[in-house]
């Protein structure tokens, strides 16, 4: 016998075989002496026949559970759901009295302690600390980083325009005379 016997499959069907060899070579009543106990071929055949229907019973029970655990895998996810939905239904509905939830198996929900003022303080600045050690902004900050870019900016002065001429009016009797900066008009006076 030359099969593996480390698979019990292939153990199996060694020892089939060897109970078709049995039947057909020997006679049932004939006795032998096995582990040092007499016994017949029969009651040898009947012992090894034990070994083949365990492991054809094991093969058929893996095929079926098999079968069961891809049911229940596919039923899984709508019956969680399902089941999770009656559960919230039973905690609006007796949510207010733990007796009776304790009647479903369900604790009541736990109210969170409010934080004092120093708890609340200690808080804020432990997760400053943990967006300045991450290096994590807000979306506020984030709006205000922009790239590290080293620039000089460089202006030159522009000259600056001269005011152009302006065209001088043609006078009837000669050039018009020029108003001086620093010259008042006196009341009544036209100049001339």
Same mark, same amino acid.
């Given at each position: 016998?030359?099969? @593996? ?7 199996? *069907? ?9 039947? +057909?070579?020997? @006679? ?10 007499? #016994? ?13 229907? /365990?492991?054809? /019973? ?7 559970? +098999? ?12 019956? /969680? ?34 934080? #004092?003022?120093?708890?609340? *303080?200690?808080? *804020? ?18 709006? @205000? ?5 080293? *620039? ?29 900066? @620093? ?10």
């Amino acid at each position: 016998m030359t099969t @593996n016997k480390h698979s019990k499959t292939s153990r199996a *069907a060694a020892v089939g075989q060897l109970i078709a060899g049995a039947g +057909k070579n020997f @006679n049932a009543t004939q006795q032998v002496t096995l582990e040092g106990v007499p #016994t017949t071929i029969g009651q040898a055949v009947t012992k090894m026949q034990i070994l083949v229907t /365990n492991r054809a /019973n094991v093969v058929a029970a893996q095929a079926t559970a +098999k079968t069961q655990v891809a049911t229940e895998k596919a039923q899984m996810p709508a019956l /969680n759901a399902f089941i999770d939905a009656f559960e919230a239904f039973v905690r609006v509905t007796f949510g207010t009295q733990p007796d009776v939830l304790a009647q479903f198996g369900l604790e009541p929900r736990k109210v969170p302690t409010p934080l #004092t003022a120093e708890q609340k *303080a200690v808080a *804020a600045a432990k997760r400053k600390a943990t967006r300045e050690a991450r290096g994590t902004a807000g979306s506020k900050q984030k709006k @205000n980083v922009k790239g590290n870019v080293t *620039a000089q900016l460089v202006v030159t002065p522009a000259p600056t325009p001269t005011p152009a001429a302006q065209p001088a009016a043609p006078a009837a009797n000669g050039p018009a005379p020029t108003p001086s900066a @620093n010259a008042t008009p006196t009341p009544g006076h036209t100049g001339s």
